[in-house]
């Protein structure tokens, strides 16, 4: 493996998540893919809790509060269909890509990551107005999944 790419896996419970990112720059818009029961799905793209725009209490929660409010559920799934994030996060031939994936129902992803390092997955596509949170997504910060039923 050169010191110029490298390539990062991650398998969790049946999700898995790769991307590949040039050394000092970590990865871009597109480069990952969200991939479920062996498929790939769509890019993933990572986006911090912080780009999200919601009030500070909100900000500060994590995905382990994520999973059992549904207030909180509701915030970033709304956030996360903001015209305006997704403009700021995806390039001009990602958002051509999602209108081109219209008949197949495929969106794209964000990775959201939260201030302790834990993460949720919100899918995105033209058939809803918000985000969607990807049920069984929702991850510790050091990787390991959280249940979504209390």
């Given at each position: 493996?050169?010191?110029?790419?490298?390539?990062?896996?991650?398998?969790?419970?049946?999700?898995?998540?790769?991307?590949?990112?040039?050394?000092?720059?970590?990865p871009?818009?597109?480069?990952?893919?969200?991939?479920?029961?062996?498929?790939?799905?769509?890019?993933?793209?990572?986006?911090?809790?912080?780009?999200?725009?919601?009030?500070?209490?909100?900000?500060?929660?994590?995905?382990?509060?994520?999973?059992?409010?549904?207030?909180?559920q509701?915030?970033?799934?709304?956030?996360?269909?903001?015209?305006?994030?997704?403009?700021?996060?995806?390039t001009p031939?990602?958002?051509?890509?999602?209108?081109?994936?219209?008949?197949?129902?495929?969106?794209?992803?964000?990775?959201?990551?939260?201030?302790?390092?834990?993460?949720?997955?919100?899918?995105?596509?033209?058939?809803?107005?918000n985000?969607?949170?990807?049920?069984?997504?929702?991850?510790?910060?050091?990787?390991?999944?959280?249940?979504?039923?209390?």
């Open positions: 493996m050169s010191n110029r790419s490298r390539w990062c896996c991650l398998a969790l419970a049946g999700f898995l998540v790769a991307h590949t990112a040039i050394a000092g720059e970590g871009r818009p597109g480069d990952a893919q969200y991939v479920k029961g062996g498929h790939s799905i769509g890019p993933l793209i990572e986006v911090p809790v912080d780009k999200l725009g919601l009030n500070p209490d909100a900000r500060e929660r994590t995905a382990h509060q994520f999973v059992r409010d549904k207030n909180l509701g915030m970033v799934a709304t956030a996360a269909g903001s015209s305006d994030l997704i403009m700021a996060v995806t031939e990602e958002r051509r890509a999602l209108v081109d994936r219209r008949s197949s129902s495929e969106g794209f992803f964000f990775n959201v990551v939260f201030h302790d390092g834990s993460s949720v997955v919100i899918r995105l596509d033209l058939d809803h107005a985000g969607r949170y990807e049920r069984g997504s929702a991850r510790s910060a050091t990787g390991v999944e959280l249940a979504d039923e209390v």
